[in-house]
Structure formats: C-alpha cells, structure tokens
C-alpha cells in the first residue's frame, strides 16, 4: 500500500488548508465555518487538458454561481493583472501568505515573476479549459487564472440585526459607500474601484444587489473586491451602523423629480462635510433609489450644464466618490 503524505499549504485564515494524496482531493476548509469542502485535484497533477476535469468543473461553476462561490468560500479571478494587483496589496498588509489556492497557467507559459515568492499550487492548462473556465472566447490574452479564497474583509450578515456587531464591519466608519439595488456587475465593479482609489471604508450592499464576486463585477472592479471591506445585509443592519456611529445618510438623485429637491454638488457642501462620518447611497439603474433610501436620507444631485437628465450610476459615483472623498486623501 502507498504512503500517504501530506503536503501543508499557508493559509490567512487560522484553519488549515492542505493537499492530501490519500483522497487525490485538494481539501479546503472553509474560512467562515468549520466544515471541509473536497476540490477534486489531485495533488500530484500538474497539468490538464479535458474540460471535463472535475477541477475544471468545479472553477466553471465558481465563475457562473454565486451561490456555488459562497458555499465554498471561494472565487475564480480571471486575469494576471487583477491576481497580480491582488497578491501585492495582500503583501502590503504583511500578511505572510496570499489567499490563492490554485494558480492556473496556460501551456508551456513561463511562470510570472511575481509569484516566485509566492507559495502556491501551479497547475497548467490547455487552450480549451482556459476557453471552458474563463468564458471568453478569445483566450490569447488570459495569461493567467486563479482561484482565490473570499477575503475575510467581506461579510454577508443574517437577517438577526440585533446580533449584527457593526463596529467589526470597516476598521472606520468615516466614509461609507451604500449600492441600493445597484444589479449591473460592471457598474458595481467600478463603483468599488473608484470608492478604493479615493480612500473610501468601505462599502455596504443593499438587497437586490449583483455578487461583488461575479466574473464581470471583478474584471470591472480590478480586484478591489478584495480591498475594499464590503459588507452585504439589510436596512436593518445599516440603520444599526448609521445609528451607532452617527453618519450622516447622503444619496445621489437626478433633479428631474418634480416632487424632491435635491442639494447641488459642489465644493462648498463637500467641504462642510468633510469632518463628518458620511454614507452616500447610490440607487439602481433602472429605478433609482428606493423609497426608503429617498425617506433616510438628504439628496444630492450633479449640476449639468448638457440637457441629458441623469447619468450612468457608475460615472455619477465616481464624481460623488472623488468630491466627497476623506480630507486626508484628496489631492493637494
């Protein structure tokens, strides 16, 4: 009978993640709760070629099922430069080991620089299964694709609101964006990039948004998904954090409404606000903001000169996010 060994690989979290031969599986706990989830990769493979791999099939569904992603704690990230950009903050945090699992390299590809002082499992891939687990149709330019643990700095929260603690959500309260309903991952993505680039907590998801781990959400967001605390749960639970910490509620509207009044965005109201906690709730695509973030909060439009009566979420959050951005952050 054969030894079985058993290969220890680093992890963030504090449970062990290991490869083990005597399953031929990659076993993973899980990193919010104790039980094991058995990837079917065998630890001596170091290549694949069939898209019906188990392993394939299994990164395929991590890419189309967000219900599959959060039952196994895991993501698939497509692209070197969102994985590159992803392992270099992580590093940044002196963290001593990157939330990658697997790291997938096309056929005869040299390995990347930057992962030399990674420890990571490396395994490379056919044409056809980058074609299959991507699902782009052209995959020359896909150099890379791995699949990353959810970061701990994301928190999905049960409906319990008195259990809710919100001080563990965002290591400061100051700046806090809220996507009320916001579906279109390309825009939720964004919004999460520019929230990151001007130095914005983090970021709290209203029902009725897309996965901020969807495949579009992460190409868009350029891997700020796994910088930016994100926190997804109810009116319950933010009315708790808005409450605890005193923050004033901001909500970007159009001035086309007859009924509501909305405050011009300038530089003279950014400024008056600039020493207060401050949420800004941005709503969805089609139907703007719900009624009860209308209700909650003091509305905000942006001036134009053009006679377009609104702008896409993405591009009006980004001129809320930078107007609006930390004191301490904003360019001199």
Not at 5 to 23: A, F, G, M, Y
Not at 94 to 107: A, N, R, S
Not at 222 to 249: D, Y
Request: hydrophobic share 35%; with cysteine; aromatic share 6%.
């Amino acid at each position: 009978m054969q030894r079985t060994n058993i290969i220890p690989v680093p992890t963030i979290h504090p449970k062990k993640l290991k490869l083990r031969n005597s399953n031929s599986q990659l076993s993973v706990t899980h990193p919010q709760s104790n039980f094991e989830v058995q990837l079917p990769l065998p630890s001596h493979v170091k290549f694949i070629s069939s898209t019906s791999n188990p392993f394939v099939k299994h990164c395929h569904k991590l890419r189309q099922s967000s219900s599959y992603r959060h039952s196994h704690g895991s993501v698939l990230v497509v692209g070197a430069t969102p994985i590159r950009e992803i392992c270099e903050f992580q590093k940044s945090l002196q963290e001593k080991t990157v939330m990658m699992d697997c790291l997938l390299l096309p056929d005869n590809c040299e390995i990347p620089e930057w992962i030399d002082d990674l420890s990571v499992r490396i395994v490379q891939v056919s044409s056809a299964v980058i074609k299959k687990v991507s699902g782009m149709q052209s995959t020359e330019s896909i150099e890379a694709m791995a699949v990353m643990r959810i970061p701990t700095s994301f928190s999905d929260i049960n409906s319990d609101a008195k259990e809710a603690n919100c001080r563990a959500w965002f290591s400061s309260p100051h700046r806090v964006l809220v996507l009320d309903g916001v579906q279109d991952p390309g825009n939720l993505g964004t919004l999460l990039r520019s929230a990151t680039a001007f130095g914005w907590n983090g970021a709290f998801l209203l029902p009725g948004c897309c996965d901020p781990f969807n495949e579009k959400a992460l190409r868009a967001s350029r891997g700020a998904s796994f910088q930016l605390p994100i926190v997804s749960g109810t009116w319950n639970h933010l009315e708790s954090l808005i409450t605890e910490f005193q923050i004033k509620m901001l909500a970007g509207h159009p001035e086309t409404d007859k009924y509501l009044k909305p405050f011009h965005l300038s530089q003279k109201l950014a400024d008056s606000l600039a020493k207060l906690p401050l949420s800004l709730v941005l709503g969805s695509e089609g139907s703007g903001l719900s009624e009860q973030s209308r209700r909650q909060c003091e509305l905000v439009t942006i001036p134009m000169a053009g006679e377009f009566e609104s702008l896409n979420v993405s591009v009006a959050g980004g001129i809320f996010l930078y107007m609006l951005q930390p004191q301490n952050h904003k360019p001199l």
